[in-house]
């Protein structure tokens, strides 16, 4: 069994010796180097046959597995002592798993110098060929989940007619020198529009609570959209509406009193009601006007700023 870590490396401190009455073994937690760089080590030690391990486990500093190492189909040799005739590790990260069965054994026996040949050519063939496979299979579950993270969508006119070059905000920016990361993307021919998860959850309580998102065309068609975690991998349908546009004076008693002027503000607007999270920030209102390039299909809203 194979072990990458000197022994002069364990912290004694952080390591212990358990005993596991249901396969009786004895079961050894050891912490090798330190927090900044090592892992966890749970070895398997086998009383009966000479307190030979019989499986290790590596571990992260935080919990995760990442190689496994067992031996099986233990022999006592005439010698008396205890082999296994079987070892294999196993990577659960790339699912990847590696088995080795021992043939025949001999102790204190002349060793055939042709049981020394080895076509290393053979065996790295054999080796590149079964990486290639395990690559291809994460590849493919890497993109299954990728697409289980995207959100599907497609904008349609009051018609149901697909829309192209929508434009989708999940913030919209307006003013001289005002932040245009809100803008995420623009649907294509079909108005069909592919999100990733990350573009639209950026933090924990986003992904509990849900987000909206904000499109508008050249041909005054706007409208709002819920995103919550539910839709990732579905079909969502979006259409737009006749827009009106948004403008207006905001004033701030507070200000007033200390005989100051509104220069600059970020305006939350919200649909129908308060909600955290589902609004639109319209960032960066120049003076005390709300900018007309801001349009919204008819109905109830509220502003808060």
């Known amino acids: 069994m194979v072990f990458f870590w000197p022994w ?3 912290d004694t401190e952080e390591s212990q010796v358990t005993w596991d009455k249901e396969n009786n073994l004895f079961v050894v937690n050891l912490m090798m180097g330190n927090s900044n760089h090592g892992c966890l080590v ?11 391990p019989v499986k290790k486990n590596l571990l992260k500093l935080d919990g995760t597995l990442f190689r496994i190492d067992e031996n099986k189909d233990f022999r006592k040799a005439d010698a008396g002592l205890w082999f296994p005739y079987k070892y294999s590790w196993y990577d659960p ?12 054994l001999s102790v204190n026996k ?9 076509d290393v050519a ?14 291809s299979n994460l590849a493919k579950n890497l993109e299954e989940k990728a697409e289980k993270k995207i959100f599907h969508i497609q904008i349609m006119d009051p018609n149901n007619d697909p829309i192209s070059e929508a434009q989708v905000y999940k913030n919209f920016g307006v003013g001289e020198g005002a932040w245009q990361e809100g803008f995420l993307t623009s649907s294509d021919k079909k108005g069909h529009v592919q999100l990733a998860e990350r573009l639209i959850f950026t933090s924990e309580r986003e992904r509990q609570r849900g987000v909206l998102l904000y499109a508008k065309t050249h041909d005054n068609l706007a409208g709002f959209l819920e995103i919550t ?28 009193k200390l005989n100051q002027q509104l220069e600059w503000t970020n305006v939350y607007l919200y649909r129908d009601k308060y909600r955290p999270d589902i609004c639109i920030v ?12 801001l349009k919204v299909d008819l109905g109830n809203f509220v502003i808060f700023y």
Request: with cysteine; charged share 30%; net charge positive.
């Open 122 to 135: 053979k065996q790295r063939a054999w080796f590149e060929a079964q990486k290639k496979k395990s690559d």
């Open 229 to 256: 975690a539910q839709h990732m991998g579905k079909q969502i349908q979006w259409q737009l509406k006749s827009a009106c546009k948004v403008y207006g004076e905001l004033e701030s008693s507070v200000l007033e």
């Open 93 to 104: 990260r790339m699912k990847f798993k590696a088995e080795f069965t021992m043939l025949e």
């Open 282 to 293: 319209v960032i960066g209102v120049p003076g005390n006007r709300v900018s007309e390039s």
């Open 110 to 118: 002349p060793i055939k110098e042709e049981l020394f040949d080895f």
């Open 8 to 10: 002069d490396r364990i």
């Open 42 to 52: 749970n070895l398997y030690v086998d009383p009966s046959k000479g307190f030979i």
